[in-house]
């Protein structure tokens, strides 16, 4: 009994060192890859979310690439991206822009309503007057009792 008791405490024992080895095989296998992580995390984190809105530009530096648009939710501060062109903008203009991150992707200039020119013909123009006569004033009210 005692051998037997011996053996499994061998065999347990055996186990043990052995699974402590493969743990600390594998920690430092991971370490390399603990350090690569914040990478990846930078690498996957989502973009913002293009946003396009209409406005009025209130503030404008074409050399410094920058300008302030209000729309209806308010001012936007943009700094112009790389393909945009801020030298045919001037101040008071109205603009399409689409923007992320408080960088403008596109500033397109707004062209006021289109106003449609239809030429009209009437054929035959019929007119009438009648004579309605007046209706009679109403009656004036009685002056209220005095209070005693």
Do not use: Q, R
């Amino acid at each position: 009994m005692k051998k037997i008791f011996t053996v499994v405490m061998a065999v347990a024992f055996a186990f043990s060192v052995v699974g402590f080895a493969v743990a600390a095989d594998n920690a430092v296998k991971a370490a390399p890859a603990a350090e690569k992580a914040p990478a990846a995390e930078k690498a996957s984190k989502p973009k913002a979310k293009a946003v396009t809105g209409t406005g009025t530009i209130e503030a404008l530096d074409a050399a410094a690439g920058t300008l302030t648009v209000k729309g209806k939710k308010g001012s936007v501060d943009l700094k112009a991206g790389k393909n945009v062109k801020l030298d045919s903008f001037k101040v008071g203009d109205k603009v399409s822009v689409t923007y992320a991150d408080g960088t403008a992707s596109s500033v397109k200039a707004v062209k006021g309503k289109k106003t449609s020119t239809k030429t009209e013909t009437k054929t035959e123009t019929k007119t009438t007057t009648e004579t309605v006569p007046a209706a009679p004033a109403p009656a004036a009210a009685p002056a209220p009792a005095p209070v005693k």
